[in-house]
C-alpha cells in the first residue's frame, strides 16, 4: 500500500489517497479545536492517542458485529481505512444530559436520559452544524431512508457495547457522536470514536475525562484522554 496525495485536511484529522482507491489513511493530528475551529491548540501526543484509542475502538465494535472503516494500524498516528462515501449527517446519542441538549431545552447537567435520546446535525461548518430530523435528511436527499434507519440502529448497538466497556472501567459514557458512510451498498461506520467525539465521566466523582477539559480549560486533556484508554485496556506504548 502506497500513500498519495491529500484529499483533505479536517480539524484534527487528515485524510490521504493511496494506490488502491477503496481504500484511504487517515492520519491523527495533534492540533485540537473546539467551538466551531475558534479555539484550536497543538496538545503533545494527541494524535497518537486518539489513533491507538479509535482502533481500539473500532476492533471492539467490528468484534460485536458492527461493521466499522477500519483496516488496520499503520504507525503512531496513522490508520488505513476503507473509503466510504459518507452521509454528511452526525447521529449523537446521549444517556445523560450536558452540552448543547441542556443549553437548548435548559436541562439540567447530570440527568439521566431514559431510554437515550438520538439526535442529528447536519455536517456543515458555515451553519455551526444545525440539529435536523430524520424527515429534512430524506426531504433533502442527504442519504437514503434505509441508510439513515440502519445508521440509527448502529449508533443505539454501539451505546450498547461501548457503556458496557467504560463501565468496566469505572466510567460513565456520557454521549457521543458517529458519522457513517457506504460501502459496497452497506452502511459502515467511519469517522473516528475518540474522547474528543464522546463524553466520559468518571462513574464516582463525575470527573470529566474527554475534550470538555479542552473546551472548558481544565486541562490535564491529553491526560485524562490516556487513563481512559488504560481503564479499558489500551497499550498506548505498544
Ligand atoms: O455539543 P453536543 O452536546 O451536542 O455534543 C454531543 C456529543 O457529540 C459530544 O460528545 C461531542 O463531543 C460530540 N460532538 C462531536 N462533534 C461535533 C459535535 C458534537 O464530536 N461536531
Not at 472501567?169 to 460501502?183: C, H, N, R
Request: charged share 30%.
Amino acid at each position: 500500500m502506497e500513500k498519495r496525495q491529500e484529499l483533505y485536511a479536517g480539524k484534527a484529522k487528515s485524510v490521504f489517497r493511496t494506490d488502491d482507491p477503496d481504500k484511504m489513511v487517515l492520519v491523527f493530528r495533534d492540533d485540537t479545536s473546539a467551538f466551531d475551529g475558534k479555539k484550536v491548540e497543538q496538545l503533545n501526543r494527541k494524535g497518537m492517542v486518539n489513533n491507538k484509542f479509535n482502533a481500539f475502538i473500532m476492533q471492539k465494535l467490528e468484534d460485536a458485529g458492527i461493521p466499522t472503516h477500519f483496516e488496520s494500524l499503520l504507525s503512531d498516528n496513522e490508520s488505513l481505512v476503507k473509503r466510504l462515501d459518507m452521509m454528511p449527517v452526525e447521529c449523537v446519542v446521549r444517556n445523560v444530559a450536558a452540552g448543547s441538549l441542556c443549553r437548548r431545552l435548559g436541562v439540567e447537567e447530570g440527568a439521566k436520559l431514559t431510554p437515550p435520546t438520538f439526535e442529528l446535525f447536519l455536517k456543515n461548518d458555515e451553519l455551526g452544524d444545525p440539529m435536523i430530523n430524520e424527515s429534512h435528511v430524506e426531504s433533502f436527499g442527504w442519504a437514503e431512508a434505509t441508510h439513515l434507519a440502519e445508521a440509527k440502529t448502529l449508533t443505539y448497538k454501539v451505546n450498547d457495547v461501548l457503556k458496557a466497556l467504560f463501565a468496566e472501567g469505572g466510567m460513565t459514557l456520557v454521549d457521543y457522536k458517529l458519522e457513517f458512510g457506504i460501502f459496497d451498498g452497506k452502511v459502515v461506520l467511519g469517522d473516528e470514536f475518540s474522547p474528543d467525539g464522546c463524553r466520559l465521566w468518571d462513574a464516582k466523582t463525575n470527573e470529566k475525562l474527554d475534550k470538555d477539559r479542552f473546551r472548558q480549560g481544565l486541562g490535564g486533556v491529553i491526560e485524562a484522554y490516556e487513563d481512559v484508554g488504560r481503564r479499558i485496556g489500551i497499550d498506548f506504548d505498544a
